[in-house]
């Protein structure tokens, strides 16, 4: 999850994080914000330009799905991908 929390979205992310991963405590989150140096990095690497970004990732690195901008996706959706693919970023 690639984000910032101190801006307009922030509070609904870190509510979708905590539901999240209260609902799935078998699937990994990985949270990051964009304005670290790790998030810079991850952003620049999957072409991420909308926040908050949503990636699942294969073990090897492949970008299995994403999901950007304002409207967040399903969790159950976010569970089936990453549950299918890979690893939550």
């Not at 922030?10 to 905590?18: M, Q, S």
């Not at 909308?50 to 799905?65: A, I, W």
Request: zero cysteines; hydrophobic letters at 35%; charged letters at 25%.
């Amino acid at each position: 999850m690639l984000y910032r929390p101190k801006s307009e979205h922030g509070r609904l992310v870190d509510e979708f994080i905590r539901e999240f991963q209260h609902r799935y405590e078998d699937h990994k989150l990985d949270i990051v914000d964009v304005d670290s140096r790790d998030g810079v990095a991850t952003a620049s690497l999957y072409d991420v330009v909308q926040y908050p970004s949503v990636l699942v990732l294969q073990s090897d690195g492949y970008l299995s799905k994403m999901w950007s901008g304002d409207n967040m996706p399903l969790m159950q959706e976010v569970a089936y991908y990453a549950g299918a693919q890979g690893s939550l970023a």
